[in-house]
């Protein structure tokens, strides 16, 4: 078993970027190269402070995000030009709401507040934050194993993990369903940061503990997917006949929701690349 891909999502439900090195920290991935940002360490939020996904608003897909000389490079395949942002980290503060959680992060300014509007063909304004590191956003309690432990702005753990059998499982489930046409669903639907290539479907389910470069990693929760799965992940179009997520649910419903991955929670810190073996604890 070993690494086949990493991404982050600098900027929460937009684009992400695929790495072949990763810094691993406890508040979730860098980009070994350009390591000036975490995974999810953005989001954008609407009027209310309340923020905003592709679950309201699949056109956030085809937002390209790319980070140079601790910049931020936003684009999008309509007419609207480019925009170059040098993140803040001192500018006003605001409350933003992400699930149950109520915190302070740090408002991006006017104009790429604007851009993110006109790009996103939103009605209403919104607002590009960025996370404090004043004020901690703790994972919930239940699944830890020491108090305050961090999370960017991702939904609830600081790294989520695929593996490849189990997207070929489902892949295969598709064919049968439909025909040798139904287009291939990529790993990009489920917007994993450690892509883990295996033979056995499904076989992260049964994880507690993995191991990678000394690395270790506590498996606590698998991942309940929601709409976004069946969203393209470049053109923002959301699939009519709501694939892969209905296939998903005749054989991986559970009273929890639909799951596909798994949450993982770092115990230390360093680098993995593709590649890079993955050992179970109990080897």
């Not at 508040?27 to 995974?39: I, R, S, V």
């Not at 409350?95 to 302070?104: G, H, K, L, S």
């Not at 939103?122 to 830890?144: E, F, G, H, M």
């Not at 470069?213 to 923002?236: A, E, H, M, W």
Request: glycine share 4%; with cysteine.
């Amino acid at each position: 078993m070993k690494i086949s891909h990493l991404f982050i999502y600098p900027i929460k439900s937009c684009q992400g970027i695929s790495l072949t090195k990763a810094k691993v920290t406890l508040k979730g991935l860098k980009n070994f190269y350009q390591p000036a940002f975490h995974d999810r360490e953005f989001m954008v939020v609407d009027e209310y402070g309340k923020f905003l996904t592709q679950r309201q608003c699949p056109p956030m897909a085809t937002i390209k995000v790319e980070i140079r000389d601790e910049k931020i490079y936003l684009s999008t395949e309509n007419k609207l030009e480019s925009f170059e942002l040098i993140p803040l980290e001192n500018n006003q503060e605001i409350p933003v709401d992400i699930w149950r959680d109520t915190t302070i992060a740090i408002d991006q300014g006017d104009k790429v507040a604007k851009w993110f509007q006109e790009a996103l063909n939103l009605d209403k304004s919104c607002r590009l934050v960025r996370q404090s590191s004043q004020y901690i956003r703790a994972i919930n309690p239940q699944y830890t194993t020491a108090e305050n432990q961090p999370v960017s702005f991702a939904d609830g753990f600081p790294y989520l993990l695929t593996n490849t059998a189990s997207l070929a499982d489902l892949n295969h489930r598709l064919k049968a369903k439909y025909s040798d046409d139904f287009p291939l669903i990529n790993m990009g639907r489920f917007r994993s940061n450690i892509v883990v290539e295996t033979s056995e479907p499904f076989i992260e389910d049964t994880w507690q503990k993995i191991t990678i470069n000394n690395l270790s990693f506590q498996v606590v929760k698998p991942c309940s997917r929601c709409v976004i799965t069946t969203t393209d992940q470049y053109t923002g179009e959301v699939d009519r006949t709501k694939e892969p997520l209905l296939t998903l649910s005749t054989f991986r419903h559970t009273p929890d929701g639909i799951m596909f991955g798994q949450n993982l929670i770092p115990d230390n810190e360093g680098i993995i690349s593709i590649g890079d073996t993955l050992h179970l604890d109990s080897e």
